[in-house]
């Protein structure tokens, strides 16, 4: 065996030492019971703290949107050429059933996730496609960035978000999809709402990034090419969309991806509690939100260009998309507060 190769062999043996040493040492630090003591703690405060902001946003009522305010901005909606004069769009979007469950959407924004939004006004008007990062095993990601645009924005938008198939097919709950202005996410679909001037929500690691374990947390999964092929056969603006609070809204031990199959679901999440409390345990810990709007995104070029062409251009959103996390991350007080 040539010199090279041993060399090569003994850095590699020695990397291989190096990582091995350094993970156990962070396992037994965080074994250490001072350390979970520490940790217990800091949840402990950070979730009294978040539960009396709650506590009073409630008693208060401060929370809610005045009727006049929400009358103005249904009737902004309602005002969209794109409606038929029953009220619906193609798709079967209802803005005037969007006022009656407005009032369950505010209470999980403004008070369950206590939602903190920065520079919404990037959103421009027309057409454009909004671009975020996916986590939380269930999309309240999407619910939160679609709210934003509802009751922060003036005027106020809609926004389209592209979803599974597996949502849309539901018996009832795929019709109130539609109703609500969600659309199964199809290119042709997705197309013809940028040509109506709507805004479009895609969250290109679709299933992949929604189910990541939390050891991922924060760690977006690869990015689908489709939405940057259609911005620029659309020629449409995209604006970066980074959200942080959702990887800690429910904790995913591991994606049973056998029982999805099954269940012809995308993904069959593992919690911590669901072996205590069944399918309750899907549902969302009263995390803080913070969703960051990026400055709009132009883009030339073929839509029909070789994948390697059109992944530089992408790797330009998810970077864009990585560093507004980043920045997020490092400015958050805690995962309630």
């Given at each position: 065996m040539s010199g090279t190769v041993v060399d090569n062999l003994q850095r590699l043996q020695a990397v291989g030492q190096s990582i091995g040493h350094n993970l156990a040492t962070q396992l037994a630090q965080w074994s250490e019971p001072e350390r979970r003591r520490t940790l217990a703690e800091r949840v402990a405060r950070e979730f009294s703290e978040a539960s009396q902001e709650v506590a009073s946003l409630i008693l208060s009522g401060s929370w809610r949107t005045p009727d006049d305010e929400l009358e103005r901005r249904i009737t902004h909606l309602l005002?969209?050429?794109?409606?038929?004069?029953?009220?619906?769009?193609?798709?079967?979007?209802?803005p005037g059933e969007v006022r009656s469950?407005?009032?369950?959407?505010?209470?999980?924004?403004?008070?369950?996730?206590?939602?903190?939004v920065h520079d919404i006004q990037r959103v421009p008007e027309g057409r454009c496609l909004l671009i975020a990062n996916h986590s939380g095993q269930?999309?309240?990601?999407?619910?939160?960035?679609?709210?934003?645009?509802?009751l922060d924005r003036d005027p106020p938008r809609m926004a389209r978000s592209m979803v599974e198939k597996f949502a849309t097919s539901l018996p009832f709950f795929g019709t109130f999809c539609n109703r609500m202005g969600q659309v199964t996410g199809l290119p042709d679909n997705c197309r013809r709402l940028l040509e109506n001037e709507e805004a479009v929500l895609v969250f290109p690691e679709g299933a992949r990034g929604i189910s990541k374990p939390y050891s991922h947390?924060?760690?977006?999964?690869?990015?689908?090419?489709?939405?940057?092929?259609?911005?620029?056969?659309?020629?449409?603006?995209?604006?970066p969309i980074a959200v942080v609070g959702a990887e800690e809204q429910t904790i995913n031990l591991v994606n049973l991806a056998p029982l999805a199959k099954l269940l012809n679901m995308p993904s069959a999440p593992l919690t911590p509690l669901m072996p205590l409390i069944g399918p309750a345990a899907m549902l969302p810990a009263?995390?803080?939100?913070?969703?960051?709007?990026?400055e709009p995104m132009e883009f030339s070029g073929d839509a029909n260009?070789?994948?390697?062409v059109v992944a530089g251009k992408v790797a330009k959103v998810r970077a864009a998309i990585q560093a507004m996390m980043d920045k997020g991350l490092a400015e958050r007080r805690g995962i309630f507060i």
């Open positions: 005002g969209s050429k794109n409606l038929s004069p029953h009220g619906t769009d193609a798709f079967g979007f209802a469950v407005v009032p369950y959407l505010e209470f999980l924004y403004r008070v369950w996730f206590r939602a903190e269930l999309p309240f990601d999407g619910v939160v960035i679609g709210t934003s645009l509802l947390r924060y760690r977006m999964t690869a990015f689908g090419h489709g939405f940057m092929r259609l911005a620029l056969e659309s020629h449409v603006p995209i604006v009263p995390v803080k939100y913070h969703v960051y709007f990026g260009d070789d994948d390697a």
